[in-house]
């Protein structure tokens, strides 16, 4: 089995036109170089043409003892870059509704975040009731602002968004995390444009950025668009992304989000169609205040009538700006004041305290329309263990049965040097603490080590998927072809993909001079 190299076997036809070529040299030495050049040039042409009528007429040709397939990063290639957002409308945009959030504080302004007794339980409902100590007033005074706020926000600016699109989050360590996902996107077939949205010009990578813009990928940075030293939390970054995007109808996925099928079919799906918003589950119900829906008008006084409400998990999000700008901009007020407010009043400090709830929370308090999907998330273990790697969230397009779309992998995020990477703490830039193959504490150390399965192939085919494949290729593209690439992370990546999954590495036969552009081969059956 060939980890990598030249094809073992090369075709018949080239060690004929090699030959051949070495008899012609040996014919042509008394002439000058340039008179030797010219022979041999028209003599290889002339061989060329009658190989070439040869095989066609004998049907002899290689033996196909590996199916290649062309790079997906070559396939993505055409498409269409997005356009550029216009940094000074957007800016103008954006400082409207900063005035507007600036002038109409919540009350009070900082909320104490208390951890409750126990993360692992589901608080108990007195415990929620009387978790966050809100006085009458300083109630009052919120729901007041919240009353000014949505009556005053900034119309549609029409002009500044169209088309459909992709939005990603990355910077720091979620850049690596963002790398598998984005060649994840093209693996599984997606044409969508796309924007890798970072909070400022630190953070971005431009020899990464000049590769992913011929992939139809463009980076932004939100410095741009504005003032990014207000953001107190890293939570506040992703309404920033959704906001200042290009595109009109927008699917956000967190850097760590892996999708396992296309997900280019949620925008022509009822789901989204009918609703122009689609949400996805999380585990748990709402722990928030019972204040929270006085401030937000939804009930008259503190109220439990969000307390059957399941949350949700915004690792992918669905959103048509045209329709539920409103709602979008209400969004960035919760997140505005979010990490001294509107974080602790959704969750009360129990777990899933950050922005991920406050898009539901805008849509309930304008009463607006939205798709949640039916189907509860499930949790993919390690294989061989009872270690949870991620949550699988389901198709949108089919309600009537679960079918995965989505890998949220928030407890193991799959990135190559994360992986595999040997001394990558000691790079100065994007450093890798110790990654999964140093740590012998890591749950996929052994995996790695011994070449296994990080997915069960059980699961997996009770699932009707197997992305891990996939994602290992796009390992491969990011520690052998790509900007990051490293030759020590690329072998031992190979390798791993030869070991695991009987991939095979080979130069392509396409051109028997050059010997071909180098490419992934899977063995046939």
């Known amino acids: 089995m060939t980890i990598y190299g030249d094809d073992p076997d090369p075709p018949p036809s080239t060690h004929l036109l090699r030959n051949t070529i070495r008899k012609l040299r040996r014919l042509h030495k008394g002439g000058s170089p340039r008179q030797q050049v010219v022979i041999l040039f028209g003599w290889l042409l002339l061989v060329l043409a009658a190989f070439r009528a040869f095989g066609y007429l004998t049907g002899q040709t290689a033996k196909p003892a590996l199916i290649c397939q062309a790079s997906t990063h070559e396939h993505s290639q055409h498409i269409k870059l997005p356009k550029t957002p216009d940094k000074v409308q957007l800016s103008r945009t954006w400082k409207a509704l900063q005035a507007i959030y600036d002038a109409h504080p919540p009350q009070p302004l900082n909320l104490d975040l208390k951890p409750f007794d126990s993360i692992a339980n589901f608080p108990p409902l007195e415990a929620i009731k009387t978790h966050t100590n809100i006085s009458s007033a300083d109630a009052q005074v919120a729901r007041a602002s919240h009353v000014a706020v949505t009556q005053k926000l900034v119309p549609y600016p029409s002009h500044l968004f169209s088309g459909q699109g992709i939005v990603v989050l990355a910077g720091g360590r979620y850049t690596g995390f963002a790398t598998t996902g984005l060649g994840m996107l093209r693996e599984i077939g997606s044409k969508l444009p796309v924007e890798v949205w970072v909070k400022d010009q630190s953070e971005e990578r431009e020899g990464w950025c000049t590769e992913l813009a011929k992939e139809g990928v463009a980076c932004r940075r939100l410095r741009d668009y504005m003032d990014t030293e207000l953001l107190e939390h890293g939570y ?29 079919v949620i925008f022509t799906s009822n789901s989204f169609t ?68 509107y974080y602790t009043m959704i969750s009360q400090g129990w777990a899933g305290w950050g922005d991920k709830d406050t898009f539901l929370i805008a849509l309930r308090s304008l009463r607006q329309d939205y798709y949640m999907v039916p189907h509860p998330l499930r949790t993919l273990f390690i294989n061989g263990t009872k270690n949870g790697i991620g949550m699988l969230q389901a198709d949108p397009t089919k309600p009537a049965q679960y079918e995965p779309m989505f890998l949220h992998s928030n407890i193991v995020k799959w990135s190559v040097r994360g992986f595999l990477c040997y001394g990558c703490g000691d790079q100065a830039i994007d450093p890798v603490a110790v990654s999964a193959i140093e740590n012998p504490k890591s749950p996929i150390n052994r995996h790695l080590k011994e070449h296994l399965r990080i997915f069960s192939l059980a699961d997996m085919q009770a699932l ?62």
């Open 464 to 525: 009707n998927i197997d992305p891990e494949p996939s994602i290992w290729r796009s390992f491969e593209h990011v520690a052998c072809r790509s900007y990051w690439q490293d030759q020590g992370l690329c072998n031992r990546t190979r390798e791993h993909m030869v070991q695991t999954f009987g991939f095979q590495f080979r130069k392509s036969w396409t051109s028997p001079i050059t010997g071909g552009e180098e490419q992934i081969c899977l063995q046939s059956n």
């Open 274 to 341: 009918d609703t122009g918003v689609v949400m996805w589950p999380d585990y748990w119900k709402h722990s928030g205040s019972p204040t929270l829906p006085y401030i937000v008008g939804l009930s008259d006084g503190p109220s439990e009538v969000l307390r059957e409400d399941q949350t949700a998990e915004s690792g992918q999000l669905v959103w048509d700006k045209k329709r539920h700008w409103k709602s979008l901009c209400l969004a960035a007020y919760y997140n505005y004041y979010g990490p001294r407010h």
């Open 236 to 264: 506040q970054l992703k309404i920033s992304a959704i906001l200042f995007s290009s595109f009109e109808q927008i699917l956000f996925l967190d850097a760590d989000n892996l999708p396992v099928v296309n997900p280019d």
